[in-house]
């Protein structure tokens, strides 16, 4: 079934270079010295393998894989898995079309270890649509699916070993992500997702759930449906910076409890990206304030307003 995930990589359009990593977690026995098991040399040569010295668990394969990755986008895949023709192509013209898009996903198909198509899922594909379904139902993205910025991955520490999320720490960061950043979705089943009775659901589903319940449950508190897309825009509008500077600029001072020198017309828009802190004009004199250009390591702006400082406590 690795070598299907492969080849299936193999045959996606790419705009550019690529490699594929494969994290070995510790596995009783190298991957790498079974490569010739898993495919044609021409088929292996493009693999890079990383394995680790131990078996550390899901997340710890997924960070080392981040930290171990190259180019400026990510997509994963797990090895039952695959992708079908298309689907890392029409991701990336989603990002070509939109430069504050940030992360892309796909709809899926699940299908029995032998290939047999049991159900597809596909999931609405508009800002808004993404946000919805997260508080209505749930996790919006299909994992195996997603194509993501990986200065983002960085920038959110990637993902969390906190054990309230044990076992849905994919949906965990996307309970971030969403709060601060554009998604979108192509809708269409471009992704093979293997159901098989040794999953993470079928194995840890009373765990899973309840971390699925509070992650939703700190999302729907923050009201993100309502206020995110607006707040992003407006935010980036007054700042005057793209909308991702804007994600990445009211992240920060979301994480570190930042005071920052900002146009007074931003504070609204920060109030409503982070309900969860208190946002407010902090004095003048204040000297832990740094500048908004400081917060997204840019030189300093000509004639750009600083009128009030901000702090998010």
């Not at 293997?194 to 923050?222: I, K």
């Amino acid at each position: 079934m690795l070598r299907r995930s492969i080849e299936s990589i193999r045959d996606q359009r790419f705009p550019g270079a690529y490699e594929t990593l494969i994290v070995d977690d510790g596995s009783p026995v190298p991957i790498a010295s079974l490569s010739s098991r898993i495919g044609s040399p021409s088929l292996v040569q493009e693999v890079r393998f990383v394995r680790a010295g131990r078996n550390g668990g899901l997340v710890h394969a997924l960070n080392r894989g981040l930290a171990c990755s190259h180019h400026p986008f990510i997509a994963r895949l797990d090895a039952d898995d695959k992708w079908l023709p298309g689907k890392i192509e029409k991701q990336f013209e989603q990002f070509l079309q939109d430069p504050d898009l940030t992360i892309s996903a796909t709809g899926m198909t699940l299908v029995t270890p032998a290939g047999k198509p049991l159900e597809t899922h596909v999931r609405p594909g508009d800002w808004g649509g993404i946000l919805n379904f997260f508080v209505e139902v749930g996790c919006p993205f299909p994992h195996g699916s997603v194509l993501a910025r990986r200065d983002i991955y960085q920038l959110l520490g990637g993902y969390s070993h906190d054990p309230r999320t044990a076992h849905c720490e994919d949906y965990a960061l996307w309970g971030i992500w969403l709060r601060f950043f554009k998604p979108a979705m192509v809708e269409e089943a471009l992704y093979d997702y293997t159901v098989h009775a040794r999953s993470v659901s079928a194995l840890n589903g009373v765990q899973q759930q309840s971390g699925s319940t509070l992650v939703r449950e700190t999302f729907c508190a923050v009201d993100a449906v309502n206020t995110v897309p607006g707040a992003l825009q407006a935010l980036a509008k007054a700042v005057g910076v793209t909308m991702l500077q804007a994600g990445i600029l009211a992240y920060r001072m979301w994480r570190y409890r930042l005071t920052v020198w900002m146009p007074r017309g931003a504070l609204e828009a920060l109030a409503l990206l982070m309900p969860d802190r208190d946002v407010a004009p902090a004095v003048s004199s204040d000297h832990r304030a740094i500048t908004w250009e400081q917060v997204l390591a840019q030189p300093p702006s000509n004639g750009a307003l600083r009128e009030v400082a901000v702090r998010a406590a």
